[in-house]
Each structure stands twice: as C-alpha cells, then as structure tokens.
C-alpha cells in the first residue's frame, strides 16, 4: 500500500512554506513526526476497507499522510468548495450574503449546507453560480489539481455508485491544498473566511469521526461526507499552542470507518504536538500494531 512518506515531507516544505518560525527545527519535527505516519499506514492496513489521510501543520508545512495521492469521492466534503466559490463572488462585489435565491438568503443556504449538509440548498447555490463547472473553474484559477467537482448533488447521488469513479473527487492532498487556501488570504476576504470557518466549527453532522475521539475543548472545524460504504471527514484542528492542522480523511469499504476516522484524527492532534504523545493512550486511540481499541462508545 503506497505511503507518502518521510522523503516527501521534505520535498513538500519547497512547496509549502512556513508561516511563522517556530522555535524547534522543522527537521527535527519532521523526524518526530515519522513514528506518527507510520502508525497511520499501520492503522490503514490493519482495518478494513480502503483509508486516504493526509494532514498538514499550517505553520511549518509539514504533512503526513497515507494514500495521499489516491483519488477519492469527495462527496459532500464538496461543499467547502461551493462556499468558498460564492464567498469569493461576495469579495468581488458580485454577489451578496443577502441574496435571495430560491426564497432563501444565501447566508441562510451556505448555513444550512455547511453546518446541516442539506443538499438541496447546496444544489440552489451551485445552480446561481453557474453549475458544476463553475466550482471547478474557481478550483483550476486558483491552481488547484487533484480535485474536481463534475456534478451536483442530486446528479452525484442519482448516478450508479461507483466509489472509484474520478468526477467529483480529491486526493487527500489536493484537499490539503484546498484548505489551506481557505485559511490563508489568497482566495477570501478576512469576513469571508471567518464566516466559512465559523460555519464549520458548528458543523452538526458525523460527530462520530474528527469530533469523535477529540480532548474536552479542542477547537474543530469540519465538513462530513456520506455514501453508501462511504465516509469522509475534512477541515481543521487547532493545537493548545495555537498552531492549526488542516486534515483530510476518507474512507472506503470496511465496517468501522467512522472509529477509524476518529482513530485517526486523535492520532494527528496528539502528534503533532510530541509532548504530550507520550501519554496513556485512552480507549480508542492507535494501539502500536495499528490496530483501533473499539472500547469507547462513538
């Protein structure tokens, strides 16, 4: 099973630069983050089904991950693209929060789409952008590749499953990108991302995968994904000292995929910060083999 590895961290602090220094070298991090990968992909072969994790600390530019580079089905992870495409044309002066559309305010649709996932609002505002193509037009001017939006929802879930088809999906890398460019002051207007993110932290759906395994107070925001044998969860985690992670997880097959997510994600939060790793680990966190403990209730 292809893993992107510790070499590849290097090669991508030239792409992804720090933001700020930090007080410990990034190769020493980058070390200290090895053992972590390695559970990762222990945690991926081990359970069932076919697993996509990546994160990246927005500070130093380091990432793991795990089939990073393998095509997935976004599916409503999808979303945070539709948003982010509308907020820009609010930046642009083009359209407005207050918009009516289909009855609605845009606000009150983008709510409904990000913190309920409701598809029919998100298809409302795909549809007063111009289409699918228009989503993936915005993601291509931004230079954005391994990640493509083809359809709407009702389009997406009307078709033949197929959980290895290419339209509308993301390597957990190019989602990886497209995060971190939602975070940075690129894409959005400061008032733009703010409300993005705050509409994230009070995602309300799949509480059982990032949020799931989460210490008391630990700041998430999120985006979820469903389908059949599917299950998908994207977006930020922030550390105590205030650095923020940008994670992206995505999961086929197998029958534990939201404790794997959950798994996993706790792995990635305690990680990347190395002092306190060392911890007990509660039930429910990567054993050593890369098996789950299933003994806390999700």
Not at 12 to 36: C, K
Request: glycine share 10%; charged share 20%.
């Amino acid at each position: 099973m292809w893993k992107f590895g510790f070499g590849a961290w290097l090669a991508m602090l030239l792409v992804i630069q720090p933001a700020v220094a930090t007080a410990q070298p990034v190769e020493n991090q980058a070390l200290e983050l090895q053992y972590l990968e390695q559970r990762l992909a222990a945690t991926a072969r081990e359970n069932p089904g076919e697993y996509g994790i990546a994160a990246l600390d927005l500070t130093t530019g380091l990432v793991v991950g795990v089939n990073a580079d393998r095509a997935f089905p976004m599916a409503s992870t999808m979303k945070i693209a539709v948003a982010a495409a509308y907020l820009a044309e609010v930046d642009a002066g083009r359209r407005s929060l207050d918009d009516t559309i289909g009855g609605a305010s845009a606000h009150y649709l983008m709510d409904r789409m990000m913190v309920r996932s409701d598809n029919r609002a998100t298809d409302e505002l795909i549809a007063t952008l111009g289409g699918p193509r228009a989503i993936d037009r915005w993601l291509r001017g931004h230079g954005l590749t391994g990640i493509r939006v083809d359809r709407n929802i009702a389009d997406l879930l009307a078709a033949r499953r197929d959980l290895w088809d290419v339209r509308d999906s993301s390597t957990p890398l190019a989602m990886l990108e497209l995060l971190r460019l939602v975070d940075g002051n690129l894409a959005l207007s400061a008032q733009s991302r703010a409300t993005l993110i705050d509409m994230m932290r009070r995602c309300a759906t799949g509480s059982n995968r990032i949020r799931g395994m989460m210490p008391y107070g630990a700041v998430v925001e999120n985006k979820t994904g469903t389908l059949n044998s599917y299950t998908t969860d994207v977006g930020f985690l922030t550390l105590p000292d205030g650095r923020r992670l940008a994670v992206a997880f995505f999961a086929r097959g197998g029958e534990n995929r939201p404790a794997v997510i959950a798994t996993a994600a706790r792995a990635i939060y305690d990680g990347f910060r190395p002092q306190l790793a060392a911890a007990t680990p509660a039930p429910g966190t990567v054993q050593g083999d890369g098996r789950v403990l299933l003994s806390a209730e999700y």
